[in-house]
Every structure is written in structure tokens, then in C-alpha cells.
């Protein structure tokens, strides 16, 4: 949920290389996962389809004449194995997407909202865009909804801090400021000159929060836990679970 006028302040280089994987816009509207082998099939309204491979390029041996049952033409060009995903995709398709999504000025809309419209616009349950298998499940578990639901029910202004530390080091210091449920501010630890040094302990935590607080708002939800907690927790469907885990063995620290 982040705010079009957000302020980004002192983000350190460590805390972005280890967080600049979620900030890939791409991959909210990706039909395929890192590494698919994918062929696509792009037709105009049925006519002049264009078959390409995304690993070989354009295939001339696959001949098809017309697109008039672009669910069944992927499930039949699937069954061949020899792709992890089939597309097939209508240029008509495309441009209405694009013509929507440009159609009035969205000015009002957070950053990641106009990714979702867009994302709607995509998988609007046309055959404008089919693929077999279908489109990959939100990452990490949590759907577009799910976040809105949790930004909003946050107080405000608040703030939101993840802490991941390998051995004594922080892999990810990260601060959100959430005002009226959008994300106003993003900051790192190294803005705050009373940080403490890291240790994975409750003092430790207790006293980011409490700089954190005296710093910008006060924390409303914070995590602290190692790189492999934290690796743990993002993959896992049962997260709580993961959590309470940790916890016994003092691998992680939270608020909420």
C-alpha cells in the first residue's frame, strides 16, 4: 500500500540488495515462474498466430492455422511436455488492458493499486490471456487483498519494522511508516543514531522499537529473526506456525 508521495530516507545498501527482490513490479502480473520454460502463442482475434519459444525463439515447425479454442490449443500444446507453460494470448487483449489502464488519470491510486488493476485487467477470466498450467499462486501466500486488509487495520500513523540478522549482522533493517493505511515513509535502521548494536534477544528488540518510536511513530508490528527464520516464514503456509517456532528457540522476536 504505498502512498504515490511516499519518502524514502537512508535506505543502506545491504537492506536493499536483501529487500529489492520484492520490489520487482513485474512479478505481480508474471504469468510464469524464475526459470519456466514457456511457449507463447499471440493471435489477433484467432488470426495470424505467431508461435515462439521462449528459450529456442520463434517456431515455424509448429503450425497452427487459427486460434478458435484457446483453452484447448494450450492443454493440447502442454500435453506434448516438452514446456513447463503454455500461453496463449490475444493481441486485442493487450490493447484493452493497456487502453483501461491508461484511461483516466490514476493519480489517486497507490503505487502497488495501479499493479493491480492492471493485474485485473490481465486475468479478467477471458480467453483474452490463457495459459496451462495457470497462473502462478500469490507469492509468498499473501494476495493483494490480504495486504490491503492488514494496512488498513493498522492505526495511525504507526510504523512497521523487520529486523534479519545473520549471526550479529543485519541482512534487513527495515522501517514503514503507515499513515491511513498507505506506506508514507520507508527508512532503514542506519537513520536512527540510538540504534543499538544487533543481537538477537529481547533487549535488542525492545529497544529498536523503542527508537523507532521515539524516532518516527510508534510500532504497531515488528519482527526480529535470523535469515533463515525469516527465509522460513515467507515460504511457509501455516507463517504463525513458523513464528511460534522460532520463538521457543529464541530465533525470533515479534510484535503485532
Same mark, same amino acid.
Given at each position: 500500500m504505498i502512498d504515490p508521495n511516499?519518502?524514502?530516507? !537512508? $535506505?543502506?545498501?545491504?537492506?536493499?540488495?536483501?529487500?529489492g527482490r520484492f520490489f520487482m513490479p513485474s512479478q505481480y502480473i508474471a504469468a510464469n515462474q524464475p526459470g519456466e520454460h514457456g511457449l507463447y502463442v499471440l493471435h489477433e482475434g484467432g488470426a495470424r498466430p505467431r508461435v515462439v519459444d521462449d528459450q529456442l525463439g520463434p517456431r515455424a515447425d509448429i503450425q497452427?492455422?487459427?486460434?478458435?479454442?484457446?483453452?484447448?490449443?494450450?492443454?493440447?500444446? =502442454?500435453?506434448?511436455?516438452?514446456? !513447463?507453460?503454455? =500461453?496463449?494470448?490475444?493481441?486485442? *487483449?493487450?490493447r484493452h488492458v493497456a487502453r483501461e489502464a491508461q484511461a483516466s488519470p490514476r493519480r489517486e491510486l497507490t503505487l502497488d493499486a495501479y499493479? *493491480?488493476?492492471v493485474y485485473q485487467l490481465v486475468w479478467d477470466g477471458s480467453d483474452g490471456y490463457?495459459?496451462?498450467p495457470e497462473k502462478p499462486a500469490p507469492r509468498y501466500g499473501w494476495s493483494y487483498g490480504d495486504l490491503a486488509r492488514?494496512?488498513?487495520?493498522?492505526?495511525?500513523?504507526?510504523?512497521a519494522g523487520l529486523v534479519v540478522l545473520n549471526e550479529v549482522e543485519?541482512?534487513?533493517?527495515l522501517v514503514l511508516q503507515f499513515e491511513n493505511g498507505r506506506i508514507s515513509r520507508v527508512t532503514t535502521l542506519e537513520a536512527f543514531s540510538s540504534s543499538p548494536s544487533p543481537s538477537l534477544d529481547r533487549h535488542y528488540f525492545d529497544a529498536v522499537c523503542a527508537a523507532i518510536t521515539e524516532a518516527i511513530a510508534p510500532v504497531a508490528v515488528? $519482527?526480529?529473526?535470523?535469515?533463515?527464520? #525469516?527465509? @522460513?516464514?515467507?515460504e511457509a503456509t501455516d507463517k504463525f506456525a513458523v513464528l511460534q !517456532?522460532? @520463538?521457543?528457540?529464541?530465533?525470533? #522476536?515479534?510484535?503485532?
Open positions: 511516499w519518502r524514502l530516507d !537512508d $535506505l543502506d545498501p545491504r537492506t536493499w540488495r536483501n529487500i497452427i492455422e487459427r486460434v478458435d479454442d484457446p483453452r484447448g490449443l494450450a492443454l493440447e500444446l =502442454h500435453e506434448r511436455a516438452e514446456w !513447463d507453460r503454455v =500461453h496463449v494470448i490475444d493481441r486485442r *487483449h493487450l499493479y *493491480h488493476l490463457v495459459c496451462v492488514f494496512a488498513a487495520a493498522l492505526p495511525s500513523p504507526c510504523c543485519v541482512e534487513v533493517g515488528a $519482527l526480529l529473526c535470523t535469515s533463515a527464520v #525469516f527465509e @522460513a516464514w515467507l !517456532d522460532a @520463538a521457543r528457540r529464541n530465533q525470533a #522476536f515479534w510484535r503485532l
